[in-house]
T-cell receptor, first 113, second 113 residues
């Protein structure tokens, strides 16, 4: 099993550009989440999904969109990048969020200039 | 908003010593989890303790939970240089959605050879 994979590993965007961060898992987990990690802030939940076709907002959803068309994939879209979105983004999956451990991807380091 | 807060923010010890990190939280929980993050990597699950448990062991790790004080501690015994990492607690708040975990800001542990 590859576990949770994320692409790209690094990305530089200009303000106003859009892009999609990819996340995939091969563990047949129902629950997937996106977090951002900023220095001194810990991890903050952006969006999460409890199954294909079902998504919900987390703590910091503004400026981000998600969709979940399959169990395996959970892409995160930045509609119009802003410097405040410079961060490291982690995707995670779990068989049941909160009840069991989460498996994290290696992260995407995003810089918006 | 942060549910869990780790203490201390940073801890530096010598190899072979024990390391203790604490986590305090604000609302009643279903369970509490501890994760480790090596520099530049994703988080790795260490241990989960449920609200009806008081102590749990896993190898050199010992976790305690005091729900009356809304606090948990992570003890790493006989530390090694490879234990150098950031450690995060995460809580799943009781009564809220089962689908969200809230992470603290982490404790940076440095184990000197």
């Amino acid at each position: 099993n590859a576990g949770v994979t994320q692409t790209p590993k690094f990305q530089v965007l200009k303000t106003g550009q859009s892009m999609t961060l990819q996340c995939a898992q091969d563990m047949n987990h129902e629950y997937m989440s996106w977090y951002r990690q900023d220095p001194g802030m810990g991890l903050r939940l952006i969006h999460y999904s409890v199954g294909a076709g079902i998504t919900d907002q987390g703590e910091v959803p503004n400026g981000y969109n998600v969709s979940r068309s399959t169990t395996e994939d959970f892409p995160l879209r930045l509609l119009s990048a802003a410097p405040s979105q410079t961060s490291v983004y982690f995707c995670a999956s779990s068989s049941q969020l909160g009840r069991y451990e989460q498996y994290f991807g290696p992260g995407t380091r995003l810089t918006v200039t | 908003s942060q549910q869990g807060e780790e203490d201390p923010q940073a801890l530096s010890i010598q190899e072979g010593e024990n390391a203790t990190m604490n986590c305090s939280y604000k609302t009643s929980i279903n369970n509490l989890q501890w994760y480790r993050q090596n520099s530049g990597r994703g988080l790795v699950h260490l241990i989960l303790i449920r609200s009806n448990e008081r102590e749990k062991h896993s190898g050199r790790l010992r976790v305690t939970l005091d729900t009356s004080k809304k606090s948990s501690s992570l003890l790493i015994t006989a530390s090694r240089a490879a234990d150098t990492a950031s450690y995060f607690c995460a809580t799943d708040a009781r009564g809220g959605s089962n689908y969200k975990l809230t992470f603290g800001k982490g404790t940076l542990l440095t184990v000197n050879p």
